[in-house]
């Protein structure tokens, strides 16, 4: 099926955002990379930041397609999808030379006065991405501790691998990201000890 011009645009900027960064990325960069007369870039996004509201809302609304699906193929176990899910972004780094790391990461550093509804799409994303960890755990809550707040663990698996990037591609070492998984999936072991010990 042939693609919209909208979302053409979308693609193009998703990837240039990722790439690039959003401020570094401009309006000519996008017709470059569509092949796109400016008529039509404007015709459905006024400005540049109409851009990245469409593409935000294009990470929200796809992370099950996108992102899950994909780091999830053949993978059963619960647990095992929240280590599978960390080790997509490992191997985005290493195959990008640390190029490439979360792009809703990347961009919620790097827009530090985000208007309302660029500030609201950035949290949706991470609480889609929180939502799909928190339901890993919830599928494998009779082996974690009873009172375990499992919304909050998410949370903290976010934390973990959001810095564990921002790290690893500032020194441009994988060790970095690795350990701090390391630590996180030693965390999960001694849950799961406790509720055995118990």
């Known amino acids: 099926m042939k693609k919209s011009t909208h979302d053409i645009i ?56 996108g992102l899950l699906d994909y780091a999830w193929t053949g993978v059963d176990d619960p647990i095992e999808k929240i280590w599978a899910l960390l080790n997509g972004y490992r191997m985005m780094m290493v195959t990008s030379d640390f ?13 530090s006065e985000p208007d309302p509804k660029v500030r609201e799409l950035i949290a949706a994303n991470f609480s889609n991405w929180v939502a799909a960890v928190e339901g890993c755990l919830e599928e494998a809550s009779e082996r974690f501790p009873p009172d375990l707040d499992k919304r909050a663990l998410a949370e903290m698996i976010l934390t973990v691998m959001e810095g564990g990037i921002m790290q ?25 000890n406790q509720k055995i010990a118990a």
């Not at 690893?168 to 799961?192: C, K, Q």
Request: aromatic fraction near 8%; glycine fraction near 8%; charge should be negative.
């Open 99 to 111: 190029a490439h790391g979360c792009p809703i990461g990347n961009l919620a550093l790097e827009i």
């Open 10 to 65: 979308v693609e193009a900027a998703r990837e240039l955002f990722w790439e690039k960064g959003y401020n570094s990325t401009s309006i000519a960069d996008l017709l470059s990379r569509t092949q796109l007369h400016s008529g039509s870039l404007y015709h459905y996004f006024p400005g540049k930041q109409d851009v990245l509201v469409a593409v935000l809302e294009s990470y929200r609304d796809g992370i099950k397609e």
């Open 168 to 192: 690893a591609r500032t020194h441009r070492d994988i060790g970095l990201f690795d350990r701090n998984i390391s630590v996180l999936r030693s965390h999960l072991d001694m849950l799961m």
